[in-house]
């Protein structure tokens, strides 16, 4: 179980949606238990896919029926490689809609969003028993979902109930834990990217979900090799880590605390996803890749000197919100989504005045900034090695990502979306094409050749 049940305690205090949780070995015996804490005599139907239900199925029908639960007969999502796509809504909305039933969700990702925002359109709540650590969003609120092309997040409820059970966790492929670890890393440039946003007045910190993803991401993430070899002990701290990452989501009613530039790429190639033919990476590994590039662009920052920057320069040479709004067109030219950048891009805009009262404060209060950022990450080596010892990609090929395309994503990763990042901070302050040529250029880190 979770060691630390104060903070559980008082996380699930703070929480608007999650009322109860189980972490451990064996939890999933309580399912039924906890269904009829939360859910009294309502009946419960079981959304699964033909793997999951596989892994679990059995366990909850068996936990749900001695506790006395009625139970619908389970909806199987039968798709091979199921994605957040709306035909899937569809699908089980369809379904919810010829029933009261309340959802138990077995799945990861995908089968969890998709229960999310379908429960959420029949209004009502959900519980979710996990299979695998392979990502943040159990506890989120909202869902992200593939919808005209677009990679959107719906505002939608986080689960009732969580049943996260280490012996099931612990069957999933490597990949798929190696792919959490990778998500669970990318809290550290996260952070960075908030402390930034704060500093300049853009965002301002909320010091408790800040919290409830930081204090204890150092030691969720200190031994992979463990995580690697099935211990327990780093299984559950992985376990806790991404679910208190989605908690802090919940509380803030934004992914804010646990998504930065990092997930901005992830959010893109996802949406890109036909360009990867039949093998799409998973969520967490687009983020791994992200969070090194991340990573890179934070350590160019941490060497330029900002107290010396041009301030005047840099507004000149800031385009105005027509031009912005033409650049973001072309940007997206052909794509699937051809007006997002339009869309993103305004909504962040600032005018000349704005962009330099911002780089003055940059400039004024840069030591303090620059202090609390580099405390806040972890170098890009240390990324790069952490992401190896658990098996996780370290270079854009692994995944299907040229180095090309790669530094065309950072581009089009700026004007996604409205989430001011180190991105942002590049292109205001003119250094973000500087910074490109050192990564991609001759001698850099993901030196362009061909």
């Known amino acids: 179980m979770i060691e630390n049940k104060n903070m559980v305690e008082a996380t699930l205090q703070r929480a608007t949606d999650t009322r109860a949780l189980k972490v451990g070995s064996g939890v999933v015996a309580e399912c039924g238990a906890m269904f009829r804490e939360l859910f009294g005599s309502q009946k419960a139907i079981i959304v699964a896919d033909t793997q999951t239900i596989q892994l679990a199925g059995e366990a909850v029908q068996k936990s749900l029926a001695e506790a006395g639960i009625k139970q619908e007969t389970p909806f199987i999502f039968n798709s091979v490689g199921l994605v957040s796509d709306w035909s899937f809504v569809e699908q089980l909305d369809a379904r919810l809609a010829t029933t009261d039933a309340v959802a138990v969700a077995i799945g990861a990702g995908t089968i969890n969003d998709l229960a999310k925002i379908c429960s959420y359109h029949v209004d009502r709540s ?15 609120y909202g869902a992200p979902m593939i919808k005209d092309g677009m990679k959107q997040t719906f505002d939608c409820s986080a689960p009732m109930g969580v049943i996260a059970d280490t012996d099931i966790i612990a069957t999933c492929p490597p990949k798929m834990i190696a792919s959490g670890y990778a998500d669970l890393l990318a809290k550290i440039p996260t952070g960075a990217d908030w402390i930034l946003a704060d500093r300049l007045g853009v965002e301002p910190m909320d010091d408790f979900s800040f919290s409830l993803v930081q204090d204890g991401l150092r030691e969720a993430l200190a031994n992979p090799q463990d995580i690697c070899n099935g211990s327990q002990d780093a299984l559950i701290k992985l ?80 385009p105005t919100a027509e031009e912005a709004r033409l650049d973001a067109l072309v940007t997206f030219e052909g794509t699937d989504f051809p007006l997002i950048g339009v869309k993103e891009t305004a909504a962040k805009y600032i005018n000349k005045r704005e962009l330099r009262n911002q780089l003055k404060t940059l400039k004024a209060n840069w030591s303090e900034i620059r202090t609390a950022v580099e405390n806040q990450l972890f170098t890009y080596e240390e990324c790069r090695s952490l992401l190896a010892a658990v098996g996780a990609p370290t270079e854009p090929e692994e995944i299907g990502i040229s180095r090309s395309r790669l530094k065309e994503s950072v581009i089009k990763a700026v004007k996604i979306r409205r989430r001011f990042t180190i991105l942002d901070l590049g292109l205001r302050c003119g250094l973000l094409d500087k910074w490109m040529d050192e990564l991609f250029g001759p001698g850099g880190m993901w030196e362009i050749t061909e």
């Not at 959900?126 to 989120?140: C, I, L």
Request: negative net charge; proline residues 2%; hydrophobic residues 50%.
């Open 126 to 140: 959900y519980m979710v028993v996990a299979t695998a650590v392979s990502m943040d969003g159990y506890t989120a």
């Open 239 to 318: 376990t806790e880590g991404l679910l208190m990452s989605g908690f802090a989501m919940q509380a803030h009613r934004s992914s804010r605390p646990a998504s930065g530039a990092e997930h901005l790429f992830a959010r893109l190639w996802e949406m890109e996803h036909r360009l990867f033919g039949d093998n799409v990476p998973s969520h967490g590994f687009m983020v791994a890749i992200g969070l090194l590039c991340s990573t890179a662009l934070f350590e160019c920052l941490l060497k330029e000197d900002i107290e010396a920057l041009d301030i005047e320069a840099a507004v000149a040479a800031w």
